[in-house]
């Protein structure tokens, strides 16, 4: 057994006794509701110590039953952990895939940075690639950037936003 499927087993162990022990120890035995949530408990200790007490706000929905209030908060459980879920998968997926399409080009890379760290690095230091004057661009199109308009409004050759025209003459 390798040991990350001895430490998941250990977890689900954990899990269970969690859910588990509290009905075979008869912790809510005794109590009209033995396992009441936290906003049942708040509002039965503050109606017993104010009685006279008003709420600031009334909930925007008030669910008719216990139980689809109960099956509510689970969805939005769900949905959550479903989030959650998404995003740590999106976030392995893409390191691992960066590991796999860079292992053999020896160039490190953020596989959060998807420029690479280009930006950060002067060109000719090894850290990135090296993009500049007679230099060729990276293979990979999303690297090399934005392109232009067909009709940017500038000469070929010429950087948008540079000349006359980003000085606010006319054209």
Do not use: C, H
Not at 2 to 7: G, T, V
Not at 10 to 23: D, N, R, S
Not at 40 to 52: M, R
Not at 58 to 74: G, N, R
Request: glycine share 14%; aromatic share 6%; charged share 15%.
């Amino acid at each position: 057994m390798s040991r990350n499927a001895k430490i998941n087993t250990l977890l689900l162990v954990l899990v269970a006794a969690l859910a588990v022990l509290p009905l075979a120890l008869g912790l809510g035995e005794g109590k009209e509701e033995p396992f009441a949530g936290a906003d049942a408990q708040a509002e039965a200790a503050i109606t017993e110590l104010k009685p006279d007490y008003e709420p600031w706000f009334t909930p925007l929905y008030e669910p008719p039953s216990a139980e689809i209030e109960s099956a509510l908060f689970a969805l939005q459980a769900a949905l959550g952990a479903g989030v959650l879920a998404y995003y740590f998968g999106l976030r392995t997926g893409r390191r691992q895939a960066a590991a796999a399409g860079l292992a053999g080009s020896g160039t490190p890379r953020d596989a959060d940075d998807p420029a690479g760290g280009a930006a950060a690095s002067p060109a000719g230091s090894g850290a990135g690639p090296a993009v500049g004057p007679g230099s060729t661009p990276a293979a990979d199109p999303a690297a090399a950037g934005p392109v232009p308009a067909a009709d940017s409004g500038t000469a070929p050759g010429r950087n948008p936003g540079t000349g006359p025209a980003a000085d606010g003459a006319e054209r």
